[in-house]
């Protein structure tokens, strides 16, 4: 069984500063995806971004980037100039081919201005 | 991104009945639909997963007799709470995923039961 693990409950950071959310993940799969969701106050989940595990390019969205570490089992998302909308709970979630979504336990982050 | 529609947002229902909860893909054809339960402050804690014309794929631990989901066509699945108690008051989310590579959100329903 595939697990996903957000060791950092909670994280807090500046507006306009950098932050770092951490994320490892157990399988055995060589195909799968890795994804960050995010899940503001309104509880509607929202997709960030997400990887292939076959590309080895970090994946990229506009303030948002990740640090892909296959070997390592790590999927790290970086915040660039985090804004007061960027607050949220953060999912860190696992697809293996063919499968369900498996997600971590969350990071809670909160922009202060 | 694809819109998946979820109704209603909230419900109120008294012990012992039962709520049903419905999710549509509003602009794609849904070959499989998962249903999640969050508690607050927590992760998402998958139900089920259904695909449509087949019986659900429960998780270990969910009743599927109380938790009664129907996947009739390719844009909608519902999930019927039935004989509602207080511990079934929770949010509930359901994704809908037409393809391998990725599921869609609808906005989750907050059930309470008094």
């Known amino acids: 069984a595939q697990t996903v693990t957000q060791s950092q409950p909670e994280m807090s950071v500046q507006e306009a500063e950098t932050v770092t959310l951490s994320c490892t993940y157990d399988?055995?799969?060589?195909?799968?995806?890795l994804f960050w969701y995010k899940q503001p106050p309104s509880r509607q989940m929202i997709l960030v971004i997400r990887?292939?595990?076959?590309?080895?390019q970090n994946a990229t969205e506009n303030r948002f980037s990740v640090n892909f570490q296959k070997a390592a089992k790590s999927f790290s998302l970086k915040i660039s100039d985090s804004q007061l909308g960027d607050t949220a709970m953060y999912f860190c979630a696992f697809k293996a081919a063919g499968n369900k979504l498996t997600f971590g336990g969350g990071t809670r982050v909160l922009v202060k201005p | 991104g694809a819109v998946v529609s979820q109704h209603p947002s909230w419900v109120i229902c008294k012990s012992g009945t039962s709520v049903k909860i419905e999710c549509r893909s509003l602009?794609?054809?849904?070959?499989?639909m998962f249903w999640y339960r969050q508690f607050p402050k927590q992760s998402l804690m998958l139900m089920a997963t259904s695909n449509e014309g087949s019986k659900a794929t429960y998780e270990q631990g969910v009743e599927k007799d109380k938790f009664l989901i129907n996947h009739a066509s390719l844009t909608l699945s519902t999930l019927t709470v039935t004989s509602a108690h207080p511990e079934d008051s929770s949010f509930y989310i359901c994704?809908?995923?037409?393809?391998?590579?990725?599921?869609?959100f609808g906005q989750g329903t907050r059930l309470t039961v008094v």
């Open positions: 994704s809908a995923a037409a393809g391998d590579t990725e599921a869609f």
């Open positions: 990887q292939e595990a076959y590309k080895q």
């Open positions: 602009d794609f054809q849904a070959t499989t």
């Open positions: 399988t055995s799969e060589n195909n799968y995806y």
